[in-house]
Structure formats: structure tokens, C-alpha cells
């Protein structure tokens, strides 16, 4: 992982906002809809836009991200904003983070799940759904086989689309999720891409899902 994690903290080095201040809309909408709170593990943080909006809403968050130049500027943003008490960061493959049993009301992990070898995620969810309290949450974003960094069409890719291991297959992240969860909400969608580098184009399946 020494390759990957030189590759991001390059990338967050010098960035407040390296993917932008909005937090994830699909998750955020469901978040406010079902007025969530409790604790929240954000996977795969980075420099944090979604560790802190949950944080703003009063949550306990613990963020982890093999980054440390991510991380820094998280903690930086947390202490601006007065969110230190609520954020609780790691730097780490999340791979190797323990995950504690049945502590966390909400998961989020948005575009970390497709930085795994294929075939490894089905063993890290016993993991996630043991961390998840009764009902908990689990929110998943990944890149899919129709995004354009798939095909190396380097016209339409994003600049961090080496960093991917595995793109998924339509339906893919759906069926792996069945079994241990409840999908309420799932879709597979294209859109341009604006927030990070010059405006490309993305393929993403997205997920929420509640522990059975």
C-alpha cells in the first residue's frame, strides 16, 4: 500500500479541500431524513468533508485514512470549526483498523471499498456489520466498470483513477451487500465531476443499507 499512500498524501498536500466542503448528498439527505446520531466510522476519510458534517450534526466520529497529509488537514478543519471533541482520527489502512463490535450507529465509505484487491470486500463486511449497532447504517459509494478510468480513456478519467483496484460490475455492489444487509436505497449513475482536477467523468453505484 506504500505506493498508494505516497500517491494520496502527494495529492492532499496543500489542499484545504482537496474533494471539496460538500459531504456526500446521497448520505447526508438520508442522514438528516432519519435523523441519525449516535457514533459514526467514517472509512477512507480523507482530508474529511464527510467526517465533519457528521460531526456538525453532533455525532462521535472516528475517521481513518492511510493519508497522513488527509488526516492533517481534517484535524486542521475540525479545530477551525470547533469539532475537535466530536472527530477522532486514525491514520491507517483501513484494512487494518479494528473495527469495534457493535458500536457504531452509521459506516460511511465512500470510494474506499474499490481501493481493495477484488474479491477482499466480501470478508471486511463480516466486519462492518459486526461494528454496526442493531439497525445500524452502512453507507457505500464505489466506481463501477462503466467509469471511463476503467476503460484508461484518459480524456474523460479522473486524474486518481490509477489509484483504483477494482471497478464493479453493475449490480455487483448490490448483491454483495444482500447478504448481511437491507439495501433502502441503491443506484448506478454517471455525472460529471467538477470538485477535484479538470471536469471528468465518473460511474458509481451507491448504497444504503441497514444491518440485518
Not at 47 to 54: E, M, W
Not at 188 to 201: A, N, R
Amino acid at each position: 500500500m506504500s505506493d498508494s499512500t505516497d500517491f494520496f498524501n502527494d495529492y492532499y498536500a496543500g489542499k484545504e479541500h482537496a474533494f471539496g466542503k460538500v459531504p456526500n448528498q446521497r448520505m447526508r439527505e438520508f442522514v438528516l431524513k432519519e435523523n441519525i446520531g449516535g457514533n459514526a466510522l467514517d472509512l477512507g476519510c480523507g482530508d474529511g468533508r464527510n467526517s465533519l458534517f457528521l460531526a456538525e450534526l453532533g455525532m462521535k466520529v472516528i475517521a481513518v485514512d492511510q493519508s497522513k497529509e488527509g488526516i492533517e488537514q481534517l484535524n486542521k478543519n475540525a479545530l477551525q470549526h470547533g469539532l475537535d471533541q466530536n472527530v477522532e482520527t486514525f491514520v491507517d489502512d483501513v484494512r487494518n483498523f479494528v473495527v469495534p463490535r457493535n458500536f457504531f450507529d452509521l459506516i460511511s465509505a465512500v470510494t474506499i471499498f474499490d481501493h481493495f484487491p477484488e474479491g477482499y470486500l466480501d470478508s471486511f463486511l463480516g466486519e462492518i456489520h459486526d461494528g454496526l449497532k442493531e439497525n445500524g447504517i452502512l453507507f457505500v459509494k464505489v466506481h463501477t466498470v462503466d467509469d471511463p478510468g476503467y476503460n484508461g480513456d484518459s480524456g474523460q478519467a479522473s486524474e486518481l483513477s490509477k489509484a483504483i483496484q477494482h471497478y464493479f460490475d453493475n449490480d455487483e455492489l448490490n448483491r454483495i451487500l444482500k447478504d448481511k444487509f437491507d439495501i433502502l436505497d441503491y443506484e448506478e449513475y454517471k455525472t460529471t465531476d467538477h470538485t477535484h482536477g479538470e471536469p471528468h467523468q465518473h460511474a458509481f453505484a451507491e448504497a444504503v443499507a441497514r444491518k440485518k
